[in-house]
Every structure is written in structure tokens, then in C-alpha cells.
């Protein structure tokens, strides 16, 4: 059988890097399957990234996100639905891009990427399947490091927990000074811009190029780090249970890239700036 297979979460950004395991998981049951990855069209700018990924082979546009599926997704799944017929032996294999979580409290049980499987009625990802990977684009290496720092406040006008604290982002700017590395800036146009730092103006595709040249990322719970997950790149990731407060662990979230050192607290703001500065050092002296 050769289907076609239209799938998964169609944002936001770190969903999509997610689905990669979802995506790996259908090449190892089907290995001559059309892979057709759905990306909302606000996420866009993301595909020229995930044309890396050897599990996928087309994608498809969506116009509805809250309100999906609009009078366009359907007139484009009819197209699809057409092509199938036209081919034959091939079947056509659907799975929602709005698919709710079956268990809601899944990160008390298994990783997040093992969730985008479970939660389209898939088989279990193996460890290696979890850990999804992209081929690293050649890239000019820069003596920079990369931080997104979260947005400050949620959209209800409240201090998002989640952030990276303006302590912790004086730590990380020292330590650029005493290094003499420049401090780039990657953020999404909600979030507030650092003072006296580069921001960097590109894409969202783009911005994962500049943290790939860069010498670490530090980030908090961000799309950019499943991103920078996917190229095994230099990351430090704060967390806490901001988010999930009836998880009884972080590492259900925490991307499994092997080159990420992870610091927890119950609440970012109490993660000491003493570690912050050693995980600076030790993976800066790693990188030389």
C-alpha cells in the first residue's frame, strides 16, 4: 500500500518540530507513503526548515486554525481526496490538525513527541524516533550567542512565569561581555526587546540559521528549542511547572537533544544566576 497521508498539529512552531516524530513513526509503517505535512499559513515561514526532513514529502497550507476547517481547507481536501482517486492503489490516510489531547494530563505519562503520536491513534515512537533529527544545513559559525527569552506578559496582560528573567538575562549578557560574544536577540513580535541587544530581523526559518551559528541558545519552554533540538545544537533550557503545575516532572517537555543542558526550578524566577553562569561556562569551554 502506498497512501497518501495528510497530517499532523499544523502549529504552533514547536508543534510542528514535534510532528517530526509523528512523521517518522508513518515512514517506518508505510516506508512508500506521500508524507503531506499540514502548516497552518501563519507558520509558513518555518517549511523552508522543514524541507530537511527526509520523512516529508509535500505539504499542505491550512487556512483555519480555531475555525478549521474554512471553505478553502475543504475545497483543498476535496483536491487531495481527487488525486487519490487518480492514483489508483494508493489509500488516503487523514489525521486532524486540530487534534485535542486524549489523557490531559499525558506529561505526567510520557514524552511530548510520544503525545503527537499517541494522540492521532499511532504506535508508540521508539527512544530514537523521540529524539527527531534533521541534517544540519552548512552554516558560517559566529561568535555569538543566541537567547529567546519568552514573552513578559501573557495576553491577559499578566507576568508570564515562563520567562527568562531580567536578572538571568543581565547574567547571560555579562557573560557575552567577559567573552566577547555578541548577544543576539531572537523573538517573536510580542515579546519585549532587551536593552542595549542586537535583535535579529528575519524569518522564522532564518532565525533558526542564526541560532545555528551561534554558540549556545539559551532559552526558556519555546518553539526555537525544539528547533534547535532537531540540529542537536548547543542549548541551555530554563524551566519550571508554570505550565503544567499538576506535572510532577519537567521532562516530558524538555526536547531530548543530547546537547542541551537543562536547569529546573518550581518557578524560573528561582533559578540562581550561579548556575546559569556555570552551564554558560561549561558548555562556552566545550565549544572552543
Not at 509523528?22 to 507513503?33: D, E, H, N, Q, T
Not at 514524552?111 to 552554516?139: D, G, I, W
Not at 530554563?238 to 506535572?247: E, I
Not at 528561582?270 to 562556552?284: A, R
Request: net charge negative; charged share 25%.
Amino acid at each position: 500500500m502506498k497512501p497518501f497521508v495528510v497530517g499532523f498539529n499544523q502549529g504552533q512552531y514547536g508543534d510542528l518540530f514535534i510532528g517530526l516524530t509523528a512523521c517518522s513513526v508513518i515512514k517506518s509503517i508505510w516506508p512508500s507513503s506521500t508524507m503531506i505535512y499540514s502548516v497552518n499559513k501563519k507558520y509558513t515561514d518555518v517549511i523552508p526548515i522543514l524541507r530537511l526532513s527526509p520523512y516529508i514529502d509535500k505539504f499542505i497550507i491550512w487556512e483555519g486554525y480555531e475555525d478549521w476547517p474554512s471553505p478553502v481547507d475543504s475545497a483543498n481536501l476535496g483536491k487531495l481526496l481527487e488525486l487519490e482517486k487518480k492514483a489508483g492503489e494508493n489509500s488516503f490516510q487523514f489525521f486532524q490538525p486540530m487534534e485535542k489531547h486524549t489523557v490531559a494530563d499525558w506529561y505526567n505519562y510520557w514524552h511530548q513527541t510520544a503525545e503527537s503520536c499517541v494522540m492521532h491513534s499511532l504506535p508508540r515512537p521508539t527512544k530514537e524516533q523521540e529524539n527527531f533529527k534533521l541534517p544540519k544545513p552548512e552554516v558560517e559559525q559566529e561568535e555569538t550567542i543566541t537567547i529567546c527569552t519568552g514573552r513578559r506578559k501573557n495576553k491577559e496582560g499578566e507576568y508570564n512565569t515562563k520567562a527568562i528573567t531580567l536578572e538571568q538575562i543581565e547574567t547571560v549578557k555579562g557573560f557575552c561581555e567577559e567573552n566577547n560574544l555578541k548577544l543576539i536577540q531572537i523573538k517573536g513580535g510580542e515579546e519585549d526587546s532587551i536593552e542595549g541587544v542586537e535583535h535579529f530581523e528575519g524569518n522564522y526559518s532564518e532565525s533558526v540559521i542564526k541560532v545555528l551559528q551561534s554558540k549556545i541558545l539559551v532559552s526558556c519552554d519555546t518553539g526555537m528549542i525544539w528547533a534547535s533540538s532537531a540540529f542537536s545544537h548547543p542549548t541551555i533550557g530554563l524551566y519550571d511547572l508554570s505550565f503544567y503545575p499538576d506535572a510532577a516532572t519537567h521532562l516530558n517537555w524538555v526536547p531530548k537533544n543530547e546537547n542541551q543542558a537543562t536547569i529546573f526550578s518550581k518557578e524560573i524566577k528561582n533559578i540562581g544566576l550561579h548556575k546559569l553562569e556555570e552551564c554558560l561556562s561549561g558548555m562556552y569551554n566545550t565549544s572552543k
